[in-house]
């Protein structure tokens, strides 16, 4: 099974987990690149208000496409109870039709049933596999670890 993981990271958090399931997974890795500065505090509210207004975002073009592999695995912060502008912009310019999708997301704490709702929405046609949410992924790392390696060993067939 060819598996993708594609995810954006602003403070590294989702960086971490992303990494971690794909070792586990043994799939290919992407990173979504925002071109917009997020850095800061100035970034962070900015972000935030993008994020809950449901904004995209220009993103650096991908050099995997999702239509290549058996299973992908998209992964997003939770701003505000949302999906980032870069995961939406994303998923938004790819087709995931018939595709194993699983999704993660990463947070300090929070509820992310809103975050997946907006997550499948934005990907019909998709049979998925698996979600989880991931709280303060690089506080307990081994933690983290573990968590991860369980909810993997799920999506692998």
Sequence with gaps: MKSLVVYYSRSGNTRFVAEQIAKEIGGDIEEIIDKKKRKGLLGF????????????????????????Y??????TPMWNKRITPAVRTYLKGNDFSGKRVALFCTSLGSESERVFKTLKELMPGSSFVG?????????????TEEKITEWAKSLIV
């Design 131 to 143: 979600e989880i949410t991931i709280s303060n992924a690089k506080k307990d790392r081994e933690k």
């Design 45 to 68: 509210v900015l972000s935030g208000y993008d994020a809950t207004r449901g904004r995209g975002t220009k993103i650096e073009p991908m050099k995997r496409s999702p239509k290549d």
């Design 70 to 75: 058996d299973l992908v695995v998209v992964g």
